[in-house]
């Protein structure tokens, strides 16, 4: 990943000399046990600056104010960072809001808030106004910092604010701020910082997306983050000479801990605002990118966007957010994508399992492998064991579901890289630990070798005529039709059966015009293919192609507001 050669940091970016050696953390002053030391993810680029400090970190290529920074230069940003905070008032514990696109203040954010002692509240910048303003509420933030674009979101919150024109330049108020903080140092350095010394305090609050109420927020330790970022570099295999590519943003669940992640394995990272499929491609065959991590719905339109092609040289795609189809992992690997299925939520650090490639795997077809693919696997590095289980009414125990890929049950997990807590909610996290595992809300069949396969959201399966049917096993059969691009199935009512399965489908460009104005038929043709595929009771009653499918402001599909839609026909 080369630099941008002509951009110029301010002046307060330029470390001191010698800076190198003196990239240590003060642990508020106490004297630590030889044998300890608490686990702190602002480690990690402490150690990038210290082993490899020339080498590009962060590169922001998509704009009208392109720049990058070396470990060196961005650990000193971040070291400004944290003293703006300090002089602003920011003591530990305090919540301070981020609300920005993929750039470098939400990057510098995810260390500097750490660096004071905050605790870093991301806020999805696709949100309401109202939806903002409770969020900042609820979470007590101190601080705001909001990049320009998304300035409207915070315009009534009489909250101390920080905007980000994102320019790099030295007039720019987020600019302005950082040098504030230089300033403000007296260049007594990292160890004029006094870092959080109990790996147990919060490090990030993210809220999730509230689709069936107020959003609760997900309080995360640094040691969850520290281990959950490890994790993510040791499953994706990512080194100093990986360049992972943010399309997934990092408002959502801390970007899965990769921005820690990354600084972990000394991998260059380049921030993209949008999701342009155009300029993806580009970084793609131009920016030696190897790594990126997005949902089904981002991945659908990579692989059909026109400048898709064939890759040169393989890149990990890492897919999570929602199942993803037999059929998308297909034509990733067609592509030369390998695709890495994880799992997760948002109060697990994002990813805790992983779809673990097996050797049987290579005499499948290419159907079958991606069906065991899109498996949600075994647990995770630092992660515990899973289990799927059913609550015993009687005792309030969770007993596991026979590992015959059958019997449904909720997965459940507990360990390292749960979220410590809802924050100021004690009933949804006594609800959500129930017999001392985190409950998904996940409906998975357990498999013989001890892999879980998703099933459906415990709110989302159909029962038709007595028979449970998952909408996610129709969708993912209903998705291999070559003229389907995305498909979201509903339970709608049936006189007959009480229930049977509703599509809501969106057609591939390339074959929209081969249905025009022959929707009957269309359907017709969509039935006929999940006849061969699935038993009766699960093939959909009825097919409406549509243009769009409404989705979350983190991309997964509002089967709420099509549930809405069918029970109005």
Not at 405 to 411: L, N, S, T
Not at 427 to 444: I, N, P
Request: glycine share 8%; with cysteine.
């Amino acid at each position: 990943m080369d630099s941008i050669s002509n951009f110029i940091p301010t002046p307060e970016s330029i470390p001191p000399a010698r800076t190198a050696r003196s990239l240590s953390l003060n642990f508020s002053g106490k004297q630590l046990a030889v044998n300890y030391h608490p686990l702190n993810p602002l480690l990690f680029l402490l150690k990038a600056a210290r082993v490899y400090p020339d080498k590009v970190a962060l590169v922001h290529p998509e704009t009208p104010y392109p720049r990058s920074f070396t470990f060196l230069v961005w650990a000193q940003r971040v070291q400004n960072f944290a003293y703006g905070l300090v002089k602003r008032g920011i003591r530990a514990g305090d919540r301070v809001a981020v609300i920005a696109p993929n750039s470098p203040m939400i990057a510098d954010a995810c260390h500097g808030i750490i660096a004071a002692r905050g605790v870093a509240t991301f806020i999805n910048i696709r949100l309401t106004t109202a939806e903002v303003e409770y969020i900042i509420e609820h979470s007590g933030c101190k601080l705001i910092l909001v990049d320009r674009e998304f300035a409207g979101l915070v315009k009534n919150c009489m909250v101390d604010t920080v905007v980000c024109d994102d320019s790099g330049h030295a007039n720019d108020p987020y600019e302005a701020f950082l040098s504030d903080g230089r300033r403000y140092s007296r260049e007594r350095g990292w160890g004029g910082l006094d870092v959080e010394v109990d790996e147990n305090a919060p490090a990030t609050l993210c809220y999730t997306s509230g689709t069936t109420g107020r959003p609760k927020g997900v309080l995360c330790t640094l040691r969850g983050t520290y281990l959950a970022a490890v994790a993510n570099a040791f499953e994706g295999q990512m080194n100093k000479d990986s360049v992972y590519l943010w399309l997934l943003p990092m408002f959502h669940a801390a970007g899965w801990t990769y921005p820690w992640a990354a600084t972990f394995a000394f991998s260059s990272q380049v921030t993209l605002r949008t999701v342009d499929y155009p300029a993806i491609w580009k970084h793609f065959t131009q920016s030696g990118v190897t790594h990126y991590c997005a949902a089904p719905t981002v991945q659908i339109g990579i692989v059909n966007d026109p400048q898709a092609r064939a890759l040169q040289r393989s890149i990990t795609a890492i897919i999570a957010g929602a199942a993803p189809t037999a059929s998308l992992l297909g034509k990733l690997e067609e592509k030369g994508f390998k695709a890495v299925h994880v799992y997760g939520l948002t109060e697990t650090y994002g990813p805790f399992t992983k779809s673990y490639e097996q050797d049987s795997w290579r005499s499948l077809t290419l159907e079958g492998r991606s069906k065991i693919i899109a498996r949600q696997g075994h647990n995770f590095a630092n992660a515990e064991d899973i289990r799927v289980v059913q609550l015993d009414l009687q005792d309030g125990k969770l007993v596991d579901v026979p590992q015959d890929g059958k019997a449904v049950g909720e997965i459940v997990t507990r360990g390292n890289i749960v979220m410590q807590e809802y924050f100021h909610d004690p009933e949804a996290t006594r609800k959500a630990f129930t017999g001392g595992y985190f409950h998904s809300g996940d409906l998975a069949v357990w498999h013989a070798d001890g892999s879980v396969a998703v099933v459906d959201r415990s709110k989302d399966i159909i029962i038709s005529g007595g028979e449970n049917a998952s909408s996610l096993a129709i969708e993912q059969e209903l998705s291999s039709h070559p003229d389907v691009l995305e498909v979201s199935v509903v339970a709608r009512q049936h006189l007959k059966w009480g229930e049977r399965a509703m599509a809501f489908v969106k057609l591939h460009p390339e074959r929209a015009s081969r249905w025009a104005d022959r929707p009957e038929e269309f359907a017709a043709d969509l039935k006929a293919h999940a006849k061969s595929r699935l038993p009766g009771f699960a093939c959909p009653e009825w097919v409406l192609i549509v243009n769009e499918l409404p989705k979350t402001s983190t991309g997964k599909i509002l089967k709420t507001e099509l549930r809405k839609r069918a029970a109005k026909l």
